[in-house]
């Protein structure tokens, strides 16, 4: 797991005091949401996906679903997600703790619209126990990733 390293990519950015870890698991949205006190909604999944130009992870809303024609209109191709150990291989961490820091290289992320509405986010930190408190603004500051629409519209996303 690269937990020091997500620590280390969030200390170079000024966000250190914003990481949390949990003695409880948090690597579903209901555990992260439970674990964190918040709604569901604000916990961000990022799902991993191998594409033919590489693997790919894509910040959510924790109550979203990806929309699979959007994700073919845009990345040209079908969602196809990596099974169990694979995730960590092309990602660099393990289920339940995929972020968009510390990425393996060559691992490009993308995020999502469904995450812009909330004043703060919850995405994983690199393993099943924690998570990092950011505005979407500040996730997409320090990802540098751009926003895409590969979300089915739901009035339970918000």
Same mark, same amino acid.
Request: aromatic share 8%; glycine share 6%; with cysteine.
């Given at each position: 797991?690269?937990?020091?390293?997500?620590?280390?990519?969030l200390?170079?950015?000024?966000?250190?005091?914003?990481?949390?870890?949990?003695?409880?698991?948090?690597?579903?949205?209901?555990?992260?949401?439970?674990?964190?006190?918040?709604?569901?909604?604000?916990?961000?999944?990022?799902?991993?996906?191998?594409?033919?130009?590489?693997?790919?992870?894509?910040?959510?809303?924790?109550?979203?679903?990806?929309?699979?024609?959007?994700?073919?209109a845009?990345?040209?191709?079908? +969602? #196809?997600?990596?099974?169990? !150990?694979?995730?960590? =291989?092309? /990602?660099?961490? &393990?289920?339940?703790g @995929?972020?968009?820091?510390?990425?393996?290289?060559?691992v490009?992320v993308?995020?999502?619209?469904?995450?812009r509405?909330?004043?703060?986010v919850?995405?994983?930190?690199?393993?099943?126990?924690? +998570? #990092?408190?950011?505005?979407? !603004?500040?996730?997409? =500051?320090? /990802?540098?990733? &751009?926003?895409?629409? @590969?979300?089915?519209?739901?009035?339970?996303?918000?």
């Amino acid at each position: 797991m690269r937990v020091e390293q997500v620590k280390d990519f969030l200390a170079k950015h000024g966000l250190a005091a914003q990481y949390m870890q949990f003695a409880v698991s948090s690597a579903t949205v209901e555990l992260a949401a439970k674990a964190i006190g918040c709604p569901p909604q604000q916990i961000v999944k990022t799902l991993a996906f191998k594409t033919k130009t590489g693997p790919i992870v894509i910040c959510i809303c924790g109550t979203s679903k990806i929309d699979n024609p959007k994700f073919k209109a845009l990345f040209g191709e079908k +969602a #196809v997600f990596p099974h169990g !150990e694979e995730v960590e =291989q092309l /990602t660099g961490h &393990p289920v339940g703790g @995929v972020c968009p820091f510390a990425l393996n290289e060559g691992v490009r992320v993308f995020l999502d619209e469904s995450i812009r509405p909330f004043d703060f986010v919850y995405p994983a930190a690199g393993a099943p126990n924690n +998570a #990092v408190k950011l505005t979407p !603004e500040q996730l997409q =500051q320090i /990802t540098r990733a &751009p926003w895409v629409d @590969v979300t089915k519209s739901s009035l339970n996303a918000i």
